[in-house]
């Protein structure tokens, strides 16, 4: 079992997009394995007999295999994004028109603005691909790590703790710079969003709109990928527009599970840790998914404490587990 790897990792390996593959498996093209948690499984050296003997059906060079990179090292201090995206642009001679470049662009610039107004490098690693299906791009700096940075600049205990302010969206060391909005759209813009750092790494797949944040060997530097669909319909202002009421950055989908490495909740603490920053938005949807049981104190200091304070906040929750569900319902008597 040790050689087999997720969806994501095959997409980067053989350059196809996760939808593909996903066709490809159902059909039967490629072989694919379920895991006890129903996700697909896939050995690389299979699914690259498997394509081989497809393009020989074929009997002509599969447009898929056509791919064009740009890649180069640059010194961090005095960069300017939108230079380096000209640069790309018209290196690759990228086809503006297509699906994907109404995303792409926006997502590219905020992420290496990021690296280079805060990562405190000195060099970045850049690398954009394209190829009929899918447009792509990883960014690797030599900096701090930006779940350390998050860390420090708010005081938390812990790298998972970045990770749960950061996934809230509008949370930045630089407010007087920064709306600290980009690594948010980004990661719910693009299909595939991969930020590693500091010993973490957070996944989030948008295809099947799920995510994972594990533990990754990474420890210095922040590393950033991105994929997106050549041909998608998706346009980066109904992803705004979710988020949005009147251009206002004003909601926000925190997820409890990511906050700590366990499924249970239960003190005053741990629920005011949730809740800080998130007086900035009129609607918070908190996601209990796979999370099995709360505290009074937990639940208490949301729903009453928290929720009095901030009469203007709307605070919905779903996926609940029926002892969540029990526990929010004692702490929100209907009048």
Known sequence: MSNLIRIGELASAIDLHENTIRRLAAQGTIPSLRSEGGQRLFRLDEVEAALKVRKAKKGSTSSQTKKSTWRKTLALPGLQEDKVWK??????SLDMKAGAADIIPMAFNEMLNNAIEHSEGSNVDLTFSVTPEMWSFTIVDDGCGVFAKIQKGFGLSSPFESLGELSKGKQTTSPQAHSGEGI???SKAVDYFELTANGIAWVVDNIVEDFTAT???????TIVECRLNTNTDKKYEDVFKLFTDDFK??????VVKLFETGLSFLSRSEARRLMRGLEKFDLITLDFEKVGSVGQ???DEIFRVWATDH??????????????????????PKN
């Open 87 to 92: 640069e790309i642009r018209e290196d690759l």
């Open 184 to 186: 948010f759209f980004t």
């Open 215 to 221: 533990e990754s060997k990474i420890n210095r530097g």
């Open 249 to 254: 950055f004003n909601r926000t989908e925190p």
């Open 297 to 299: 104190g937990f639940v």
């Open 311 to 332: 009469p203007t906040t709307q605070i919905t929750s779903i996926n609940m587990a029926p002892a969540v569900a029990f526990m929010l319902r004692r702490a929100t």
